[in-house]
């Protein structure tokens, strides 16, 4: 008897363990204290942290708040979905409807496989109404990393992507040439810059803007001739020397700006046309197109751009927005951008 009743709680026992088992592998929502797998909808505000699994695609749904709590590093299961759904159902996306608040520091999305390639997992995908907060962070090793959809909002600071996109060793060879490349032609253009000849490039710019102003005033006068003769300008007394000055005159603040920035690529175009057009638009505001004192306007305008175009000049290491890319001794090429105020 005794011996029936030992067999009968060691059943008992082992049911429970296997119903726990059951209810933790299909449990998608677990509490903060449960590990580590997730798949399926986050439908309540919850937090994740430590080291978190991702098995499948992980929806945050309209109104719940995903928060990652310090160093949180979340792993998604390379080329494996078991939702099969999503944008790619072949692998885990970690799906923005609700909010993703990942701004603790130290969080880290990435591969489970410590040697990926790339691509084992999709990416951050933020649909229509969802918001992601994600800074201080690094997302690397997804085929997109981080996707917003039209309505998305994504709030990003000192983010650090790497190894996205699909990336084998083969291409990691060709691009990090193309990079090397590219490096030889930045160091060409900065010796340019510091090293080409005062007088050579005003010569140029010159003749560039010469070029765009005789090309600019022949446009704009044949087509201001066709109106005249189809009487399209029959009232506005626009005929004669009074059209063939109003044509040079945008041919000047115009064409000559433009030739000039055509030839130095390292100045401001937008300022190297406002000092053409200023000294033009002064003239006309005169209403009246007297050739004296168009030419004097002319003038000052073709000075005031090369001028203009000269002390805007900057190097190519000194734009606002550059771009560099870093390769991957694993096969990921990074992408990384500057931003100078």
């Not at 909010?99 to 649909?127: C, E, M, P, Q, T």
């Not at 002064?282 to 007297?290: A, D, F, K, T, Y």
């Amino acid at each position: 008897m005794l011996a029936v009743i030992t067999l009968f709680a060691m059943l008992m026992v082992e049911d429970a363990n296997a119903d726990q088992a059951v209810n933790h592998t299909s449990n998608t929502q677990p509490p903060d204290t449960s590990p580590h797998y997730w798949t399926g909808r986050i439908e309540q505000n919850t937090t994740w942290r430590d080291t978190v699994y991702v098995i499948g695609d992980v929806t945050i749904v309209s109104g719940a708040i995903l928060t990652l709590a310090p160093d949180t590093k979340v792993h998604f299961m390379p080329y494996h979905d078991d939702t099969q759904d999503g944008l790619d159902s072949t692998r885990a996306e970690l799906i923005v409807e609700g909010r993703l608040h990942a701004h603790a520091g130290g969080i880290v999305f990435r591969s489970a496989n410590a040697a990926s390639l790339g691509a084992d997992w999709y990416g951050i995908v933020v649909k229509r109404g969802g918001i992601a907060d994600v800074s201080n962070a690094t997302i690397r090793d997804g085929l997109r990393c981080l996707y917003a959809k039209m309505g998305g909002r994504v709030t990003m600071d000192h983010i650090a992507f790497a190894n996205c996109g699909k990336q084998t060793a083969q291409s990691f060879s060709r691009r990090s040439a193309a990079s090397d490349s590219l490096s030889e032609q930045m160091k060409a253009m900065i010796k340019r810059y510091y090293t080409e000849d005062m007088t050579l490039r005003l010569a140029k710019k010159v003749a560039g803007g010469t070029t765009f102003c005789f090309g600019f005033t022949v446009i704009v006068l044949w087509g201001s001739g066709n109106a005249l003769s189809d009487g399209s300008y029959s009232d506005s007394g626009l005929e004669g020397a009074a059209l063939v000055l109003s044509s040079a005159a945008i041919g000047t603040s115009i064409g000559f700006p433009l030739g000039v920035s055509l030839v130095d690529p390292y100045d401001s175009f937008p300022k190297t046309l406002l000092a053409g057009v200023i000294p033009i638009g002064l003239w006309r505001m005169g209403n009246s197109v007297e050739e004296s004192g168009f030419w004097l306007a002319s003038i000052v305008s073709v000075i005031s751009s090369l001028t203009v175009s000269e002390l805007s000049r900057k190097p190519p290491q000194a734009r606002r927005v550059s771009v560099g890319l870093i390769p991957d001794p694993k096969g990921g090429l990074s992408a990384v951008a500057t931003l100078r105020f």
